[in-house]
């Protein structure tokens, strides 16, 4: 079963327009990553987040993590059309041995030139 | 690019059929994660391998088999091929096993069965 949700599942803007998207989780975790994917393709690794740091910028992503309520968010700012692809949080929990991911079911993002 | 390497890119298959799946990891690591990733949903673990040696698994059944070899490429073998399995299959690989390893995911092995 997947740990992961990820909310809205959908997401259409703009050009320039800011994209965030939701995870939320249900156990303890070590660590949480964002991943994108281009139309049925391989992942990309975006952030890892870990349980002790709140907030984690790269470029124009920003993640931010709350772990009293289980939840991460992933922004994008100044969103172009290139960033259309889905993106999927992924759990590395403390109940779980060596480095198996968890995901979610993602988010397809469509950004509009 | 992330150097992870896999093959082949698409495979059609008929149920009950047997095939191999191929990954070569990124240099330097001795980690290998395989996915399921089906088509709408998240990857699923199916398994890890670290030095050769299974270092987890997930709810998938023994019919889902695997190797690693001492230049710590690998392979994903599954029997009796049914429908069901029809999906991406990814392969990560790690500089290790531990909580703080990044995983590098290869472009996928398309498997369509009929």
């Known amino acids: 079963s997947q740990q992961g949700e990820e909310d809205p599942q959908a997401l259409s803007i703009q050009e320039g327009e800011n994209a965030t998207m939701n995870c939320s989780y249900k156990?303890?975790?070590?660590?949480l990553q964002w991943y994108r994917q281009n139309s049925g393709r391989g992942l990309v690794h975006l952030i890892l987040?870990?349980?002790?740091?709140r907030e984690k910028h790269s470029g124009r992503l920003r993640v931010t993590l709350d772990t009293s309520k289980k939840s991460s968010s992933l922004l994008i700012t100044a969103s172009r059309a290139a960033d259309t692809a889905s993106y999927f949080c992924a759990k590395l929990g403390r109940e779980t041995s060596g480095s198996r991911l968890t995901f979610g079911e993602g988010t397809q993002l469509t950004v509009n030139p | 690019e992330t150097g992870v390497t896999q093959s082949p890119t698409h495979l059609i298959k008929t149920r009950g059929q047997q095939v191999t799946l191929r990954c070569s990891s990124q240099s330097g690591h001795n980690t290998v994660s395989w996915y399921q990733q089906a088509l709408g949903q998240g990857p699923q673990f199916i398994f890890q391998y670290y030095r050769e040696e299974e270092n987890g698994r997930g709810n998938f059944p023994p019919r889902f088999s695997g190797l690693q070899f001492p230049n710590y490429s690998s392979e994903l073998n599954v029997n009796a091929l049914e429908l069901d399995d029809s999906a991406l299959y990814l392969c990560?690989?790690?500089?290790?096993?531990?909580?703080?390893?990044?995983?590098?995911f290869g472009p996928g092995t398309r498997l369509t069965v009929t």
């Open positions: 990560a690989s790690s500089l290790g096993w531990g909580f703080d390893y990044e995983q590098y």
């Open positions: 156990t303890s975790i070590n660590n």
């Open positions: 987040i870990r349980s002790n740091e």
